[in-house]
């Protein structure tokens, strides 16, 4: 049987990391795009927050489908609702966080990086 030359994902399906905090699914890996970017369902906890911080090689891009997300860039917070989409380029300082007993649900684009690439590999030897 030939390979496919497409991927698809079901609901719930992908390589998962449930961590304490969120539970993320690997939709499209590096590998799947000649690592240009990856695409992740990331499902935030209540628990969820992320402190401020920046990467230096890579862009993050968040799409919100559920619940709302609140970004502190730049200096700046701002509440993303389900349909916002909220891009950070490489050197922007930021944080996440989810109002007082939140969930959410987002998708994250990123340009690849080292990190991403060895986690995707972990699941998919």
Same mark, same amino acid.
């Given at each position: 049987?030939?390979?496919?030359?497409?991927?698809?994902?079901?609901?719930?399906?992908?390589?998962?990391?449930?961590?304490?905090?969120?539970?993320?699914?690997?939709?499209?890996?590096?590998?799947?795009?000649?690592? &240009?970017? /990856? %695409?992740?369902?990331?499902?935030?906890? @209540?628990?969820?927050?992320?402190?401020?911080?920046?990467?230096?090689?890579?862009?993050?891009?968040?799409?919100?489908?559920?619940?709302?997300?609140?970004?502190?860039?730049?200096?700046?917070?701002?509440?993303?609702?389900?349909?916002?989409?909220?891009?950070?380029?490489?050197?922007?300082?930021? &944080?996440? /966080? %989810?109002?007082?007993?939140?969930?959410? @649900?987002?998708?994250?684009?990123?340009?690849?990086?080292?990190?991403?690439?060895?986690?995707?590999?972990?699941?998919?030897?």
């Amino acid at each position: 049987m030939p390979e496919k030359r497409y991927r698809f994902v079901p609901p719930g399906g992908g390589p998962n990391y449930d961590w304490t905090r969120d539970h993320t699914f690997v939709k499209v890996a590096a590998s799947d795009t000649g690592g &240009a970017y /990856a %695409l992740m369902e990331d499902n935030l906890k @209540r628990e969820f927050a992320l402190g401020l911080h920046l990467h230096r090689q890579h862009a993050e891009t968040f799409y919100i489908l559920d619940g709302v997300v609140k970004f502190h860039i730049d200096g700046d917070w701002i509440a993303a609702e389900p349909g916002a989409c909220v891009h950070i380029p490489p050197g922007v300082p930021h &944080a996440l /966080a %989810l109002p007082t007993g939140g969930i959410a @649900r987002c998708l994250m684009i990123f340009q690849v990086w080292w990190g991403s690439q060895v986690m995707t590999r972990q699941n998919n030897p």
